[in-house]
């Protein structure tokens, strides 16, 4: 058995993380009076 490259789960995570962002932004466009959630979610994830 072969040891398995954990790429496809970064890439993963990474796409997830811009798509997060990308709603996040819509929905703050869209008139949201606050941050959105799902972008303090992502930042919280990613560490900003």
């Known amino acids: ?3 398995w490259e954990p790429e496809p789960m970064r890439w993963l995570g ?3 993380m811009y798509q997060l ?3 996040a932004d819509e929905r703050e466009e869209a008139g949201l009076q606050h ?3 799902l972008a303090a979610i992502a930042d919280r994830i990613t560490g900003h």
Do not use: A, G, Q
Request: glycine share 0%; proline share 0%; hydrophobic share 25%.
């Open 1 to 3: 058995v072969s040891k």
């Open 35 to 37: 941050t959105s959630k």
């Open 21 to 23: 962002y990308r709603v």
């Open 14 to 16: 990474v796409h997830s």
